[in-house]
């Protein structure tokens, strides 16, 4: 029956008696119509079905969950906005906040559409979440529904030592706590930017997470990023970070920790760099060659680094001469002292960025090479000690010399000729002058020199009798 019949219709023709003469009972009914109720009066022969509308009504109750340690952190809103959706649109909105107890329940729904069909509904966040909580919506059942909000866990960063030395390392500890009530299994990214002076060494360990990205280490944003998961609430994940100092002054290093929803919270720690001593020796030789009775200069100089501290007693020990050589002379910086005997230079005071210079001077007496050796010390502890000793090597050769005669038997009142020939077995042309004494046995007699080649003359030979 529609409007189209008026809602009312006529069975015509039917027996009013059965087979065997019994009269026959009729009867109507109805098939269920959606949020009606129905009500059959009549007889025999004419029926009344009265439908009368009632609507099902519903309600849908909302509870915020706070899983955030009572509100340890300080990060919990002061209120969140959820909305209430059927078949996915948005019909109504709460603001659910301490005076509400966080919760609240919408009343007096349909619970179908008026084509019978079940209306869903369903909760949702405003703005898809809460900044530093993760969001999990649940419904025990189709009207019951709880917003759990768990915080993301709590970034700390400390330093070994709040005072280090210049080019001494430190260990930062990163601190992630979980301060909700189960195993944190969210995805958590840390970067740790390191300021100028401040340069990644290693991660010595990682503790208490499950470790999905090692320390990346970039050297153009000079940032290391750790991906870490599964943080349970009693034990907190430890990322152990070495950094060498290499700036004097405050250095404070940022990490971040980002997580969920867009989350991200920044702390810092702050260490003080302090210079420290760093003396240095540095040794040369004018000459890495010389031959016998050169003289060769030593150039020893001591330096005070300049972005180190004040160096005190600064003494340098160099035993000199080596073996083959004569000290003839010395030059050191006005105010300090060189012992000759005991090869010891007392510098004394340095202020940091100076330097001081001595100059010894000596003569090669013999072949073979030779190194000699400097260090220097003070009182203060140094940074570096691989440059406090230094050395200079130098090889010192002669003129060998050697005679040749044109025969080796000759009749008595004839002349013999002898060739002296004096090698530069050295790497450089010789300047200086060399002098070639030929002592002649009785019976032999000075004639002339027929030429000196390969050399310049500086006085021609003479003869003296002994």
Known sequence: MSDANNWTHTFVGLPKFKDNGTEIVYRVNETE?????VNITGDNDSFVINNTHEIQLINVTVVKVWNDGNNVSGKRPANVTVVLLADGEIVDNVTLNVANNWTHTFVGLDKFKNNGTL?????????????GYTTVITNSTAYNWTVNNTYVPKVNKTANETKVFYHDFVLYNITITNIGTGIYNETLTIVDSLPYGLDYNKTVNITGARVIQ??????????????????DPDVPAIIFVLVGTYDIGNLTNNVTLIGPNGFNDTVNATVEVVPIVDVSVVKTVDNSSHFVDDIVVWTIVVSNAANGTNATNVVLNDTF????????GYNATEGTTYDMASGVWTIGFMGNGTSVTLTITSVAKQNGTFTNY??????????????????????????????????????YNSNVTYNLTVSNIGNYTYTQNITVVDVL?????????????????????????L
């Open 33 to 37: 119509v959606i949020n009606y109720t």
């Open 119 to 131: 209306i869903k509904y369903s909760i949702a966040e405003v703005n898809v979440g809460v900044p």
């Open 214 to 231: 090692e320390g990346i280490y970039d050297n153009e944003s000079r940032t290391i990023t750790w991906i870490i998961t599964d943080i």
């Open 321 to 328: 001469p080596p073996a083959g050589f004569i000290l003839v």
């Open 374 to 411: 400097a260090n220097v010390t003070c009182n203060e502890t140094e940074w570096n000690y691989s440059n406090n000793f230094d050395n200079a090597t130098v090889v010192v050769v002669s003129f060998p010399i050697n005679k040749t005669v044109s025969v080796n038997e000759t009749y």
């Open 441 to 465: 046995p009785d019976g032999i007699y000075y004639l002339r020199t027929i030429g000196v080649y390969n050399a310049d003359v500086v006085a021609n030979a003479t003869q003296s009798v």
